[in-house]
Each structure stands twice: as C-alpha cells, then as structure tokens.
C-alpha cells in the first residue's frame, strides 16, 4: 500500500507523487503516459497524454506522447511546471518562464518577465506575475487569454477557459460559456482546479463546488460525511 502527496489526472490516466517522492502511474498506457521514471521528485503535473515532474534539484523529466516536443523539456531548472494538451510550460528558477510544444496560436511562447506561477491549457496559457496580476497569451477565440483586472493567489487553463483564485479567495473564470464552465460560484476558497470544460474549488470551509459540463457526474462532488 503507498500514500501520496499529490494526484494529477490526464486523458485517461492518472499519476500520483508517493510520500517517498516516487511516482506511481495507471490507466491508459498507450504513449507510455502511464509509466513513469524512476527516481524521486517534488511536484507533478499532467497533460492530456503526458506527464512531467520536476525531479529534487528542479530538472524536468516529462514522459508519454511527446508530439510537437511537448514532452523534450529544455535545459535547466524550475520550481513549477505545468502540461496542456499539447505544449508545457515550466517556472524557472529565475521566476522567468519557458514553454515548449505546439505554438500554433503562440500559447508556447511566453512574455517576459518575472512569474510565480504558471498554467497551460488546451492552447492558451496564464501565469501570475510576482504583482500578483495575472498574464494569458495563445488563443483568444472565447477570450480565455483576456484575463480580469485584479491581483491572483492561483490560477488554472482549460479548454478555452480560464479560472483563478482572487487575493480575497474569490474565483473568477472567463473563456468559452457554452457548458457553463466559467460560472463560478460565489463565496470564498483555497484552491481551484480546471479540467477539460468543468472546474471543482475547495470552499474556506472544507466543501468542495463544481460546476460547468456534468455529463458523467464530474460536476457533482459527493456528499460529504
């Protein structure tokens, strides 16, 4: 039996960081997606085929589908990396940025400056700047890459929207509203975490919200104890 610290779904898998910072990987293997490297790490995340983790000494390591080079990081180090559909982005060690993969409506290729965080979706991408503003570039066919005035905690891509946590643990989304993702709900949270076009938050009191497409339930958290 293994416990973890982090657990990252992508299309048709999931990874997960051990407590002894090894990963662990099931579901649909198809591009290697569900077999991890060895060695030990310290943050994880997912892309729709692929994978990467920054291993302790801040290099990335990314495995699965590696089209368009979404899964070839460059050289050097970061503190946090983040995988879309079909490019990655990372978080320097410098707070500059640096992303790879498809770049068709430029969504790999980053502004200057410093950052603290940093999301990829579908084929666009945020990041927070060391101000607290948040920066989108890519594309802005639903206006996902024009993001809200104000200053950001956190903040998370999907397809064709985005969602962010204010400094006063408020979200807010804007993009695509066809399913109704970009409806969040009112009240205050810790995290927000968007997938494919539904999006779930963790309330200040412990509950868990979602909203946006519900076809198989995703959008339906259970009830708690």
């Avoid at 990829?120 to 503003?133: E, F, K, P, W």
């Avoid at 996902?144 to 989304?173: K, W």
Wanted: net charge negative.
């Amino acid at each position: 039996s293994s416990t973890f610290t982090q657990v990252r779904s992508g299309g048709w898998h999931t990874c997960g960081l051990r407590t002894d910072s090894t990963l662990a990987c099931w579901g649909a293997n198809t591009f290697g997606q569900a077999t991890p490297p060895a060695g030990t790490f310290v943050q994880l995340s997912e892309g729709f085929y692929h994978h990467c983790a920054l291993r302790a000494d801040g290099t990335p390591v990314c495995w699965g589908e590696n089209a368009f080079g979404k899964a070839t990081p460059p050289a050097g180090t970061f503190i946090q990396i983040s995988g879309g559909r079909n490019h990655t982005c990372g978080l320097r060690t410098d707070s500059a940025l640096a992303c790879w993969g498809l770049n068709t409506f430029g969504q790999a290729t980053p502004p200057g400056g410093a950052f603290t965080q940093v999301s990829a979706g579908y084929s666009h991408t945020c990041g927070i700047r060391t101000d607290a503003t948040l920066a989108c570039w890519g594309e802005n066919t639903y206006g996902e890459a024009t993001p809200p005035a104000g200053t950001f905690t956190e903040v998370s891509g999907g397809d064709n929207y985005t969602c962010a946590l204010r400094t006063d643990q408020t979200i807010v989304c804007w993009g695509s509203t066809s399913l109704g993702q970009i409806a969040a709900p009112s009240g205050t949270f810790t995290e927000v975490s968007v997938g494919s076009n539904h999006t779930c938050a963790l309330r200040t009191d412990g509950m868990i919200a979602c909203w946006g497409r519900n076809d198989y339930g995703q959008a339906t958290p259970p009830p708690m104890w």
